[in-house]
């Protein structure tokens, strides 16, 4: 690990450009992995950005290589055993708590509860995107009203590897077509850039080195709008989402999701399957080459 990032390191960053809030995941030695330190960090830029008069949009981007490589399971900063002061709702301390109860209360705040929340802010948000965008990174993405992707990115959530039905914020029905978000799940491979604006997912895919540039010139048209008619126009589309069953869905997929975790509690070594980092990437290239030899 770098010097200049160690655990005493902000894990985010927030940069006001004129109208413009840039928030930007800061640790790309784990990829941007989404330790509980970065989402409550995450948590707090976005209420800065929306308690700012002078700012009418918002960047997410992830520093270095990689947006972000999902949920941190595995680097010497995981800190999902510890308590934070709760933000996203009512659910109680999750750190003194065991099995289904701890899980359930804690991804009820940080995963679901805080997307949630982040989905609603009242200004319109735009990913930038570059390198991995997994599984958790989906997550972080999808609540944003636009993506911006280079053509280096990929986008994939292969947690069905763990048998569970994909990522706590389950829009993928919603940010693709169903038949596409299947397959999606059911190979956990990668979509590349390219493929996510074919089916609608993405906004724009632009050179690597363009991608900063190209989200901040987006950002700034936006911003030339009135701040009342951006935030009840994002009110007007999210709440035909959910017309169509966003939230409702979601809150049916999240008991799913842990049903899945107490299955894996109670018939492996632990809620995850016993898969961590190192099992899931031997997991999908031995599947991809199981692919290549059926094909061939």
């Given amino acids: 690990m770098s010097a200049a990032h ?3 390191s902000e894990p985010v960053r927030y940069e006001r450009r ?9 640790r790309p ?26 700012v009418k949009v918002v960047v997410l981007a ?42 359930y209360a804690r991804e009820s705040e940080v995963y679901l509860g805080m997307c949630r929340r982040w989905r609603e802010l009242p200004k319109p948000m735009i990913a930038s995107v570059q390198g991995a965008c997994v599984a958790g990174g989906l997550m972080l993405a999808w609540v944003c009203d ?3 992707a280079s053509d280096d990115a990929f986008f994939a959530d292969p947690v069905v590897r763990m048998g569970i ?15 596409i978000a299947k397959e999606f799940l059911y190979t956990g491979d990668r979509m590349s850039a390219r493929r996510a604006y ?57 008991g799913l999701h842990h049903l899945a975790h107490a299955h894996n509690a109670e018939t492996a070594k632990d809620s995850l399957g016993g898969m961590d980092i190192r099992a899931m990437k031997a997991a999908g290239a031995q599947e991809a080459a199981d692919a290549k030899d059926g094909s061939s």
Avoid at 18 to 26: F, L
Avoid at 29 to 48: P, V
Avoid at 165 to 179: D, S, T
């Fill in 6 to 8: 160690t655990a005493s």
């Fill in 18 to 26: 004129g109208s413009v809030a840039v928030v930007t995941m800061d």
């Fill in 29 to 54: 030695d784990f990829r941007n992995a989404q330790n509980s330190a970065m989402t409550y960090a995450l948590d707090a830029a976005f209420y800065r950005a929306a308690d700012d008069d002078e």
């Fill in 62 to 103: 992830g520093a270095g290589q990689h947006f972000s490589s999902g949920h941190d399971i595995g680097t010497p900063e995981r800190d999902a055993h510890l308590p934070f002061d709760r933000k996203a709702g009512l659910w109680w301390d999750h750190s003194d708590k065991q099995g289904a109860e701890s899980r």
């Fill in 146 to 148: 636009l993506i911006v």
């Fill in 165 to 179: 039905p994909g990522v706590e914020y389950f829009a993928h029905p919603w940010v693709m077509p169903p038949r």
């Fill in 198 to 254: 074919e089916v609608g997912m993405v906004n724009r895919v632009v050179p690597r080195a363009e991608l900063a540039d190209a989200a901040m010139e987006l950002a700034n048209r936006m911003a030339e709008m009135p701040r009342l008619g951006l935030a009840l126009t994002k009110r007007a589309v999210n709440q035909a989402e959910d017309l169509q069953g966003l939230h409702t869905g979601m809150d049916s997929v999240f």
